[in-house]
């Protein structure tokens, strides 16, 4: 089965949250609940779609958006839909897209394909915008059934003379006894009757067309690259067919106006790296000819290559070159023979793809006997190809002028296997690229990875300058940043920078270039160092439009790097490690995962009771009442009707309705017999006992699967904190902490996901130059102030959250916690800190927290210390004086 990285559960847990609450508490309420925007800085758009959950998952290029839409449609039917066998019309940008997707769809084995048959038990029918007259009615009734299109396909103002939306006599056993109370569905025209031969009765009756069947089906709408549909006229499109839930992918959201993109989960660059996804930094290196960007091009893969045959796993190493167009100097033909004369390079190892010359056609690129090394194109690659060999990349363009850099790049950054690499020059990305001007480049290629739904934020960590360190025999591997970074601009006038203090000016040099040729006489300003809101001001008046925008980015982008530079993990200084909890069970020395808990008392469902208390039927309203928790939550029956259907003795049995139940509660840590065996007495317990009927159980058998996973995930934790209080507190524990088991804050390797901070306070001391979730102000925000303004504080880290391979973290009964602060201080000691505000500080779930933050700091011979800070202690201390407290015992 394939195995989803740790930000893509998450994303996708997210995703479970949103929908599971909207259904019961609306979407604008679950959104904020599911994004904690607690500003309302990012209020829920509901564009013109009401209460029909419209949210989308943002993940840079190379972060598996595809996959996780297959996931999506699981989750979708389960939390929100509640249908068997949903109808899901799966929207991509492009044609070549669309037969790629329905290809890995059909495909069975496939990760995109598994999920689905999965979740509806092989009952899955695939079908391409081409193929949907083959939809049966008893195809809606036993089958999923998913039709992927291009966007274009339904984007129209006219529907008239459009397959989608035309008459299709094949469709009319799919609307018998349909009747239209609500008047969505089109209606046949004058047009219909001319195209289809209809006589003048039909005129002004339901039209027979695949987008009146998926208007009278509501289906789920998943919206590849969403980015390319946030039009007017894709509203009115989606309106057509009147959906019931829609999810967009994509890199680049729209976030900005009125109709952009109500984005749920955001994935970083650095999440994507630090789970072997993408190659990063990409080592970029200038050249002032596009021969010399060629020739190291090749001694680049050469040296790759080398490398590859130490690797357990088969690895060719690929260049990806870019020519130029036909009418322009350095074409498809100039650059193969130049390979070929100039660098010895055998016929059979280069492939030319282009619109003209496929060569790439039916070949494996992954076949060990397979013999391209280089692969030339233009822009052919742009969609539609994919492999992960492929480490360096060589344009001949202009970077900035050229709209395919950013797909063909995309390429390059696909990391093989999606599994690190021994030789550390096989996790990065290579680029030569011939530039009339150095350092242009690097801030063209900037604009490409932000256009690819990288973070400006992040652009130090995803380019460096190419190192020679590579043809030298050692790895490559990204020097601290000890120089100060400058910035070079130019201005057609003369800043006035007379309003500036004295030490401001030292940093900034105005130079006047005279006219060269064509070029007009212009001033460079050369800066050192940050820039200040009033340099910045000095710098931008007198400037309009293109040129004020672009020395806007440049300024940006300096300051970025400057933050990046003063952060000490840049500078080449190291974060102590930490011990982390352990215990010795049966005498090993194991580290506490929270499944340690499960396992001692040998947790099995089968040794609990079956019932389901809080599980109840308002007869009159058919209304699903769950109350496991104290919190009664209804879930209300679609399609309520007066009639008392319950009563009516259906074609249903127990085991059908058992093996329904499985397919929706399946658990990870228990046997599908004990489960079958446990559902099998649930539904008799329910039936004999609590007197449902059968009919009554099927038909609520949605919620009726959300109450039977709220009562495991309850007997869960009943196990699981049995297990912890013996492990932890019990008489016989024997919980310490050995450098055996130590975590460390390694430089480069902290996957921060957007939001960033972005306040004004300048942080001196976090070790990374990123801090995740940090709000401007507010009561975590001091606390996170006090502790980088303390003298005894070295370093300290905004812990991570739900990254358990890049975060510190203590356990729990159920799951992990992961405490907001780590502190290193001068002495060598180590201070976590988590903070809790005046609601929370007395909850059971600060009290556990608070419990083990304390046994660890016991276990560590005095190394560690740990505080639960709050705004105001018991003993009237703020926040410094409770943290000087600590340290000082």
Not at 466 to 477: A, I, T
Not at 639 to 646: I, N, R, S
Not at 738 to 767: I, N, T, V
Request: proline letters at 5%.
């Amino acid at each position: 089965m394939f195995t989803l990285k740790n930000y893509q559960n998450n994303a996708l847990d997210a995703l479970d949250s949103f929908l599971g609450q909207a259904r019961i508490e609306g979407v604008s309420k679950a959104f904020a609940n599911v994004i904690n925007d607690t500003d309302n800085q990012r209020p829920y758009r509901p564009y013109s779609f009401g209460d029909v959950p419209y949210v989308c998952l943002r993940l840079p290029t190379g972060g598996g958006k595809t996959v996780l839409a297959s996931h999506a449609i699981r989750i979708a039917s389960q939390r929100f839909l509640q249908q068997d066998y949903p109808i899901v019309l799966w929207l991509v940008p492009s044609n070549t897209i669309r037969k790629q997707t329905v290809e890995a769809l059909k495909k069975p084995g496939h990760p995109y394909r598994q999920e689905l048959d999965r979740t509806f038990d092989n009952q899955v029918k695939i079908l391409d915008i081409d193929e949907v007259e083959q939809i049966r009615p008893q195809d809606l009734e036993h089958q999923a059934i998913v039709v992927v299109s291009t966007i274009a396909n339904l984007r129209v103002n006219d529907t008239s003379g459009r397959q989608v939306y035309a008459y299709k006599e094949v469709f009319e056993p799919c609307f018998r006894g349909v009747t239209d109370p609500d008047n969505k569905l089109e209606r046949v025209t004058e047009e219909d009757l001319k195209e289809n031969g209809l006589t003048a009765a039909e005129l002004g009756k339901i039209k027979f067309s695949f987008a009146n069947l998926l208007a009278l089906h509501q289906p789920m709408v998943v919206i590849d690259e969403a980015h390319n549909a946030r039009t007017h006229l894709t509203f009115t499109t989606l309106h057509r067919i009147h959906p019931a839930c829609i999810v967009e992918l994509t890199a680049t959201p729209n976030t900005t106006n009125v109709s952009g993109s109500n984005v749920l989960y955001h994935v970083s660059a650095a999440q994507l790296k630090a789970e072997n996804m993408i190659k990063l930094p990409i080592q970029l290196t200038e050249h002032q000819g596009w021969e010399d960007a060629v020739r190291d091009a090749v001694l680049t893969r050469e040296k790759l290559a080398i490398e590859a045959q130490k690797e357990h796993e088969y690895l060719r190493p690929i260049a990806l070159l870019q020519a130029e167009n036909a009418n322009e100097d350095v074409t498809v033909e100039v650059l193969k023979q130049h390979l070929m004369e100039e660098h010895h390079i055998a016929e059979e190892a280069i492939a030319i793809a282009t619109g003209n010359q496929r060569e790439l056609d039916g070949v494996d690129l992954f076949d060990a006997n397979c013999p391209v090394k280089f692969v030339i194109t233009i822009q052919a690659l742009k969609e539609g190809w994919d492999c992960s060999f492929a480490y360096v990349f060589t344009t001949v363009k202009s970077v900035s002028s050229s709209k395919d850099v950013e797909q063909l790049l995309g390429r390059v950054l696909r990391m093989p296997y999606a599994r690190r690499r021994q030789s550390e020059t096989l996790n990065q990305a290579y680029a030569h690229i011939a530039s009339p001007s150095f350092g242009a480049a690097a801030n063209q290629l900037t604009d490409k990875l932000v256009g690819m739904g990288f973070e400006e934020m992040e652009i130090p960590d995803l380019l460096a300058p190419g190192e020679g360190d590579l043809f030298g025999g050692q790895d490559s591997v990204v020097p601290p940043l000890k120089q100060t970074p400058k910035l070079t601009i130019k201005r057609s006038t003369r800043p006035d920078l007379s309003a500036l203090p004295a030490e401001e000016k030292v940093s900034i040099v105005v130079e006047e270039k005279p006219a060269v040729g064509e070029e007009p006489a212009a001033y460079e300003v050369k800066i050192e160092g940050h820039v200040s809101e009033k340099a910045e001001k000095a710098l931008l008046k007198g400037t309009t439009g293109k040129e004020r925008k672009a020395l806007q980015k440049q300024i940006v982008r300096q300051n970025i790097q400057v933050k990046k530079a003063q952060a000490p993990a840049s500078r080449g200084e190291h974060f102590k490690p930490l011990p982390q909890l352990c215990a010795l069970i049966q005498g090993e020395m194991e580290l506490l995962e929270p499944e340690i808990f499960l396992n001692i008392h040998h947790w099995s469902l089968l040794d609990y009771p079956v019932e389901l208390p809080g599980f109840s039927i308002d007869e009159d309203s058919k209304t699903y009442t769950l109350d496991l928790y104290g919190k009664k939550i209804k879930y209300t029956q679609t399609g309520q009707t007066t009639l008392d259907l319950d009563s009516i003795e259906g074609q249903y049995t127990e085991a059908e309705l058992v093996r329904k139940l499985d397919q929706q509660v399946r658990q990870q840590d228990i046997t599908q017999s004990d489960m079958i065996g446990f559902l099998s007495r649930l539904v008799s317990h329910l039936i004999n006992e609590r007197k449902f009927t059968l009919t009554a159980l099927y038909r609520g058998r949605f919620p009726l699967a959300n109450a039977i996973e709220a009562r495991i995930k309850l007997l869960r934790s009943k196990a699981a904190n049995n297990g912890y209080q013996d492990s932890l507190f019990g008489d016989d524990s024997q919980v310490l902490t050995s450098p055996d088991f130590m975590y460390e804050f390694k430089p480069g390797y902290y996957p921060a996901k957007p939001p960033y901070y972005s306040g004004r306070y300048l942080f001196q001391k976090h070790f990374f130059d990123r801090i995740e979730d940090l709000k401007a102000d507010g009561e975590e925000f001091n606390c996170a102030c006090v502790i980088d303004s303390l003298p005894e504080v070295k370093h300290w880290v905004r812990n991570l959250v739900k990254q358990p391979h890049a975060a510190f973290w203590l356990p729990l009964a159920e799951g992990k916690f992961y405490p907001d602060f780590v502190v290193e201080l001068n002495d060598g000691r180590m201070l976590v800190v988590e903070y809790k505000g005046e609601n929370l500080k007395t909850s059971d779930d600060s009290r556990e927290k608070d419990a083990v933050g304390q046994l660890w700091a016991r276990t560590s011979n005095g190394q560690c210390l740990f505080l639960m800070a709050v705004k105001e202690d018991d003993q009237g201390r703020d926040v410094t004086q409770q943290i000087r407290n600590v340290i000082s015992l």
